[in-house]
């Protein structure tokens, strides 16, 4: 049995992705640019610094990046106090309680950036579940390196081979393998492909569904 439980937050925990592309949509024009569904999946897990180098091999070095993520942040909140925002993954409901119930250790790994995450979780109603939650920006290496998921296992004292990772990221489940953990997979904006149903322990529907690893 798993001693702990590592989630990502963005796209598994709450549904941010697709709100994310929907805000990066709405604010590309302004600076004269677009973004495709497929080449947004390819930033999904990335720290702001690796998402950054996508951009610009995309979109060139000089493009408004700075712009457009201010533009896109202010839409994202803006969209959010509208009653637009994002709202809890399915299956959270049901997982949350559990955890609770059995006091099993929990941590958040997220590539997020502290305050962001902090923030995100705060107007979800999440940040007093997850006391220990670390972000991209609090390690050396961002997803798919495993720096992120072994300081989370560092800072709830148990040994990486008994903790379980949910991620919804390919970044994610290489980075959790890379830190020595089993993996469950909950799809969201990617589908699974082969090399994600080899390397994870599981791939699920919804986070309900996590519990019958947890027993």
């Given at each position: 049995m798993f001693q702990a439980v590592i989630l990502d937050f963005d796209g598994t925990l709450l549904d941010t992705e697709q709100h994310n592309f929907r805000c990066?949509?709405?604010?590309?024009?302004?600076?004269?640019?677009?973004?495709?569904e497929d080449f947004y999946r390819s930033l999904v897990g990335l720290t702001i610094e690796d998402s950054n180098?996508?951009?610009?091999?995309?979109?060139?070095?000089?493009?408004?990046?700075?712009?457009?993520?201010?533009?896109?942040?202010?839409?994202?909140?803006?969209?959010?106090?509208?009653?637009?925002?994002?709202?809890?993954?399915?299956?959270?409901?049901?997982?949350?309680?559990?955890?609770q119930e059995r006091d099993l250790k929990r941590a958040i790994a997220s590539s997020s950036r502290k305050a962001e995450l902090d923030l995100k979780l705060e107007r979800s109603q999440l940040l007093d579940h997850f006391p220990i939650r670390v972000a991209g920006d609090e390690v050396a290496a961002g997803?798919?390196?495993?720096?992120?998921?072994?300081?989370?296992?560092?800072?709830?004292?148990?040994?990486?081979?008994?903790?379980?990772?949910?991620?919804?990221?390919?970044?994610?489940?290489?980075?959790?393998?890379?830190?020595?953990?089993?993996?469950?997979?909950?799809?969201?904006?990617?589908?699974?492909d082969e090399r994600v149903r080899q390397q994870c322990l599981a791939v699920v529907s919804s986070l309900d569904e996590v519990i019958q690893f947890l027993v």
């Amino acid at each position: 049995m798993f001693q702990a439980v590592i989630l990502d937050f963005d796209g598994t925990l709450l549904d941010t992705e697709q709100h994310n592309f929907r805000c990066w949509q709405l604010t590309a024009r302004s600076v004269g640019l677009d973004l495709t569904e497929d080449f947004y999946r390819s930033l999904v897990g990335l720290t702001i610094e690796d998402s950054n180098q996508l951009l610009r091999q995309q979109f060139g070095h000089d493009s408004p990046l700075e712009e457009w993520r201010a533009l896109r942040r202010e839409k994202f909140y803006q969209l959010w106090d509208d009653g637009e925002g994002p709202g809890w993954k399915a299956g959270l409901e049901v997982l949350l309680p559990y955890l609770q119930e059995r006091d099993l250790k929990r941590a958040i790994a997220s590539s997020s950036r502290k305050a962001e995450l902090d923030l995100k979780l705060e107007r979800s109603q999440l940040l007093d579940h997850f006391p220990i939650r670390v972000a991209g920006d609090e390690v050396a290496a961002g997803k798919p390196q495993p720096d992120v998921f072994l300081e989370a296992a560092r800072r709830l004292e148990v040994e990486p081979k008994d903790c379980l990772v949910v991620e919804d990221s390919i970044m994610g489940v290489i980075a959790g393998r890379a830190a020595g953990m089993a993996v469950v997979f909950v799809p969201d904006m990617i589908p699974p492909d082969e090399r994600v149903r080899q390397q994870c322990l599981a791939v699920v529907s919804s986070l309900d569904e996590v519990i019958q690893f947890l027993v």
